[in-house]
């Protein structure tokens, strides 16, 4: 398939319009409609309905292909030029906002460092895309396991830190006076949907059979202050790393006990990173 056919596609898909299409890809609409029937020709099938423009079943299914297939290529160009290019001065960095320990930010170069806090699925596309030099995101996993991350591009990944998760809980909330929680018994509790922020529910989930743990409340940010101050209110419990939850006024932070989890950060880049990339990324991969 003609990558920029498929392009055209999901940006008409993701924008329901072929005019709103045309204008974010500097095309005519005329061309936007050619392109897509160009791609169903193609393929032998409608891919989009146009009065809603909406995927068909088929378009659907190219959609669960399309967007990992152009952000590959999308990394594949940007691998090339990193090679090309004349050496880099500056550093950016990628992370997800609990990943942001004082171990990396003492770390840091004194100058010349940008740091983007992004969604979680965001860093890894992020460094395969050339946007940012390396990327941090966390996660929960068990001891010395490393995460599962998306397969956007090869990427080299090493753990730089664990440390023990925290469920963090209203002051005034029964169970704030325990030593220590079990996640099998917080299943049907009031939990914060905070994906980019929180340690994501499915994890929880996934760590606790696969069942359970339905979001009373969704925040969708980078921000731990607000997830907190979301907590203190009563909105909903979360789970943080034990750094995240030292000083966390309205809250009580309670030791997870079972099952034996930690709250794991790991550091990406890619084959060939610039100098203070490489730099930093040996300095962290050593260890403590």
């Known amino acids: 398939m003609d990558p920029h056919l498929l392009r055209t596609?999901?940006?008409?898909?993701r924008l329901a319009s072929f005019s709103a299409a045309a204008r974010a890809l500097g095309y005519t609409q005329s061309a936007v409609s050619q392109h897509i029937a160009a791609l169903e020709q193609d393929l032998g099938a409608a891919l989009l309905t146009r009065r809603p423009v909406a995927p068909t079943p088929a378009g659907e299914r190219l959609l669960e292909h399309a967007e990992p297939l152009l952000l590959r290529l999308d990394a594949a160009r940007a691998d090339v030029v990193r090679m090309a290019a004349a050496p880099a001065?500056?550093?950016?960095?990628?992370?997800?906002?609990?990943?942001?320990?004082?171990?990396?930010?003492?770390?840091?170069?004194p100058a010349g460092v940008t740091v983007r806090v992004l969604a979680r699925d965001a860093v890894p596309a992020a460094v395969a895309a050339g946007t940012a030099d390396l990327g941090l995101v966390d996660g929960l996993a068990a001891?010395?396991?490393?995460?599962?991350?998306?397969?956007?591009?090869?990427?080299?990944?090493?753990?730089?830190?664990?440390?023990?998760v925290r469920v963090l809980l209203p002051t005034a909330h029964p169970l704030a006076h325990r030593?220590?929680?079990?996640?099998?018994?917080?299943?049907?509790?009031r939990w914060l949907d905070a994906p980019d922020t929180g340690l994501p529910l499915a994890q929880l989930r996934a760590a606790n059979g696969?069942?359970?743990?339905?979001?009373?409340l969704r925040y969708e940010g980078t921000d731990v202050r607000v997830l907190i101050a979301l907590v203190a209110a009563g909105h909903g419990l979360t789970l943080l790393p034990r750094t995240a939850t030292d000083t966390t006024p309205g809250t009580t932070a309670i030791p997870l006990t079972e099952p034996r989890v930690v709250h794991r950060t790991e550091l990406l880049h890619t084959t060939t990173p610039p100098d203070p990339a490489r730099t930093l990324a040996q300095s962290l991969s050593a260890g403590p």
């Not at 906002?97 to 770390?107: D, E, I, P, Q, W």
């Not at 030593?179 to 509790?189: M, S």
Request: avoid cysteine; hydrophobic fraction near 45%.
């Open 89 to 109: 001065f500056g550093l950016t960095l990628a992370a997800s906002a609990t990943a942001l320990g004082a171990r990396v930010l003492a770390a840091l170069p």
């Open 210 to 216: 696969g069942h359970g743990f339905r979001p009373a």
């Open 143 to 164: 001891p010395s396991d490393p995460l599962r991350l998306p397969d956007v591009a090869p990427l080299t990944t090493y753990g730089v830190a664990e440390e023990p």
């Open 9 to 13: 596609y999901v940006t008409v898909a």
């Open 179 to 189: 030593t220590g929680l079990r996640l099998g018994d917080l299943a049907d509790a």
